[in-house]
């Protein structure tokens, strides 16, 4: 064996040893998160996020856990990556790796448990991710002895720098918001977002029967994309709720690497100590943001949605960013498929705009990457079109109704909006300066001050700069945007102010020094924290006395989920209490609840069961609709449900606008409901 090959194949078993030995703790420590979910009754305490008697678990057990996770669900990627050559940067080498996971864990998982007959979780998912590990590691070998010197992930400078960054700073973000990942109730999009996930546990796509009911309109197929990510932690951890969350660490983790890639790409030296610190500080205020202000709920955020779902469209934007770079034809391709599946209208509005943004910042013109951008987008569109219909064809659920491109149109209607925003200019003008702050705060205020450095930028940072202004305008003009849309230029910012600091950090009279820079992100975290801490946890207590008696609910049967949304007759939905002055939610999240958050209650108020079996003895019927019906025992206790006053935990004063839904509650203003 030649030098060269012994060289490449010694590097090749030190890789797969590393990340084998990094699985350990997640592979055998799988249980760690249902023993953390069990100590939910600590949501309750006076200060849930400071628990020194559980400190092991919550602080050093549970994160290394979640991490260890997440370098395993990325290392079959990660060798694949390698071995096609998408490894000319540490930051380019996990992006791709990350894309090549979603793919291969997910088709794998899909094929194992159509084969078997039974669910892939726990013990059984290890086997598999692992085997696709072994399966990824012996690819990379055959190409190493073919190509001993391609590119490799660790010949990059500052490589070390990047992987313990990834790592420190979401172990950190876990321990500081271990509340809102471990023990806070779903809300309705949140619980939303668990069962389309939970639902791949039965079956290869996360699309609903149209007799599951409400639930069934999401996810449609441009939506679709984060349930297979997020169904690997249900599988791995167990159906609990940081299960639906924890994965928002991997997408930061991979959105970092993204950010480090793009930022160093053809700059002469690589991110110092501190450039990597103030890019996690930014990330930060944008992770506050997301956990404590983005959502359609009334009363509270959930982190498992919006905020795991816009951070993955996030990782494969940049994904396409970096593809565009290196003139990647087939990486283009598919993170441009994978934007479509990610989000409607944002997953084809920012490879479009992008492409555009080069082609006017860029000499040479890249034609061929706008053309591949258009060609791709247009083939996505087209089979979008299509194969909800031949999935139908084929027997296959049919992927849900909300973002069709008839809703959307609807939604968007340019005359509509116009319409909307000139009869209400009066009452919207003075609240603008909430979207200002849409674009200030979440990005730590300097990289959005610094979109005004235009001739400093290069013409890298001018067509991110052009996309920021393009994608924001629409957005600010709309009634009906909500918080998390203007994500985008939440992270971009991020980007361009890195960027530009690596380029002119040599330079004299530069604007800015990185004490300023951390102090504004520090101040936008101040003002983007909520007034209180307190956690939602109503709606265990209220799921906790509801018996189903319709059955089915583990294997996501779709009438247990029509059945529970008789329970909106008892408890109003959400943003209907919210005006009424009472306490609401969504069926979802108490279904779940009836379920999985007993705590001991055996004695049930709510009964859901089929209309035609014996009713319950000194209970009287409520509904009965489709073959279901609803009972209720005691009318004090269903009175005490409907009278719980969730305080309300948004930075309100930053984020509230007037567009779109809003509703009060007291005298506090909350936005948003998923229409």
């Not at 660790?154 to 500081?176: C, E, F, K, Y």
């Not at 609807?410 to 909307?420: F, K, M, Q, T």
């Not at 009906?480 to 600091?501: D, K």
């Amino acid at each position: 064996m030649k030098p060269a090959t012994r060289k490449a194949m010694l590097r090749c078993a030190a890789l797969f040893g590393v990340l084998m030995a990094a699985s350990m703790p997640a592979a055998f420590g799988h249980s760690t998160l249902g023993d953390v979910a069990a100590l939910y009754k600590l949501a309750e305490s006076s200060n849930p996020y400071v628990q020194p008697a559980h400190g092991a678990l919550l602080y050093l057990g549970a994160p290394l856990v979640v991490l260890s996770s997440c370098i395993m669900l990325l290392a079959p990627g990660l060798a694949l990556a390698a071995a096609i050559g998408a490894a000319r940067t540490t930051g380019q080498w996990i992006v791709c790796g990350f894309a090549l996971s979603v793919v291969v864990i997910s088709a794998t998982a899909a094929t194992v448990q159509a084969a078997t007959g039974t669910a892939l979780q726990g013990t059984s998912f290890v086997a598999v991710v692992l085997g696709c590990t072994v399966a990824a590691f012996l690819v990379l070998a055959a190409r190493n002895l073919a190509c001993p010197y391609a590119a490799w992930p660790w010949q990059h400078n500052g490589a070390s720098r990047t992987v313990l960054a990834m790592l420190a700073a979401p172990w950190l973000i876990l321990i500081a918001l271990a509340p809102k990942f471990y023990w806070e109730n779903f809300n309705g999009d949140g619980a939303h977002a668990f069962e389309s996930a939970r639902l791949l546990l039965s079956q290869a796509t996360p699309f609903w029967p149209a007799s599951a009911g409400d639930i069934s309109s999401f996810p449609s197929l441009n939506s679709s994309l984060f349930a297979f990510a997020n169904s690997w932690f249900i599988r791995l951890f167990g159906e609990f709720e940081a299960a639906a969350r924890v994965s928002l660490l991997l997408y930061l983790m991979v959105l970092y690497a993204g950010i480090v890639a793009i930022v160093e790409h053809a700059q002469e030296r690589t991110l110092p100590r501190i450039g990597h610190v103030l890019i996690w500080l930014q990330l930060s205020v944008y992770v506050v943001v997301m956990a404590y202000s983005a959502t359609y709920n009334p009363y509270f955020s959930d982190l498992a949605l919006p905020a795991t779902q816009d951070t993955q469209m996030m990782v494969c934007f940049l994904g396409f960013v970096l593809a565009c770079l290196y003139r990647s034809t087939g990486w283009m391709c598919l993170f441009i498929v994978m934007l479509s599946l990610s989000l409607p209208i944002t997953g084809l509005m920012l490879p479009g705009m992008f492409a555009a943004a080069l082609v006017a910042t860029s000499k040479p013109r890249p034609w061929r990457i706008a053309i591949t951008a258009a060609a791709t987008l247009a083939g996505c569109v087209l089979l979008g079109s299509i194969l909800p219909t031949l999935m139908q064809f084929g027997g296959l659920p049919i992927p849900g109704g909300e973002y069709t491109a008839e809703n959307l149109a609807e939604r968007v209607d340019p005359g509509s909006s116009l319409a909307l925003i000139l009869n209400n200019i009066g009452q919207i003008w003075p609240h603008l300066w909430s979207r200002l702050m849409y674009l200030l705060l979440p990005c730590g205020i300097l990289p959005a001050l610094f979109l005004a450095y235009w001739k400093r930028q290069d013409a890298l940072a001018r067509s991110l700069t052009l996309l920021t202004a393009a994608y924001y305008l629409p957005f600010f003009v709309w009634p009906g945007a909500a918080l998390h849309h203007f994500v985008p230029v939440m992270i971009i910012p991020v980007v361009i102010f890195s960027r530009m600091s690596l380029a002119t950090a040599r330079e004299k009279g530069i604007p800015w020094r990185p004490w300023q820079a951390v102090a504004a992100a520090m101040i936008s975290i101040l003002i983007c924290l909520p007034a209180h801490f307190r956690l939602h946890t109503e709606a265990r207590l209220v799921g906790s006395a509801i018996e189903d008696r319709i059955g089915g609910y583990e294997r996501s049967n779709a009438q247990v989920f029509a059945g529970s949304e008789l329970l909106a007759e008892i408890i109003p939905l959400a943003w209907d209490a919210a005006r009424l002055g009472t306490y609401g939610g969504s069926p979802l999240m108490w279904n779940y609840y009836a379920h999985t958050g007993k705590a001991g209650a055996d004695r049930p108020n709510y009964v859901l069961q089929h209309y035609d079996d014996p009713p319950p003895n000194d209970m009287k019927l409520v509904i009965h609709r489709d073959g279901l019906a609803l009972y209720v025992k005691s009318d004090d206790i269903w009175q005490a449900h409907r009278s719980i006053a969730p305080a309300v935990g948004f930075a309100d004063h930053v984020f509230v606008f007037p567009g779109g839904r809003t509703w009060v509650a007291g005298k506090t203003r909350g936005t948003g409901a998923k229409s």
